[in-house]
């Protein structure tokens, strides 16, 4: 399933993450360690998330807000190459859960 596939690669992303600080910021160190953790938790809750449509979709939501919220932080925090990749790992899962959203989920 494609959707297990993004969310193994953003668990490697966040694994291997080196959080180079885009011009040293304190507060952005900060944040990019609650944005990690909260990537973390996004991906645990889609590995705990069982075939009951209605709660993959409340999931998937929460997924998706998540990751925008995390690319926010990546977006002001990170520069060069890696803001680069992180970004457009977090923005293909949002796409690849926005589309699964609409295509399977009422509401």
Not at 39 to 51: I, K, S
Not at 52 to 69: F, G, I, S, Y
């Amino acid at each position: 399933m494609p959707i297990l596939r993004i969310a193994t690669a953003l668990s490697v992303a966040v694994a291997f993450s080196t959080s180079a600080v885009a011009q040293g910021d304190t507060t952005c160190a900060r944040d990019l360690l609650v944005a990690q953790s909260m990537q973390r938790q996004a991906l645990d809750q889609l590995e705990q998330a069982d075939g009951d449509e209605a709660k993959n979709c409340r999931v998937w939501r929460r997924h998706v807000e998540t990751m925008r919220r995390v690319a926010s932080v990546y977006g002001r925090c990170l520069s060069g190459s890696e803001r680069s990749e992180r970004l457009a790992q977090v923005q293909g899962s949002d796409r690849e859960f926005s589309a699964a959203i609409k295509a399977r989920c009422k509401g």
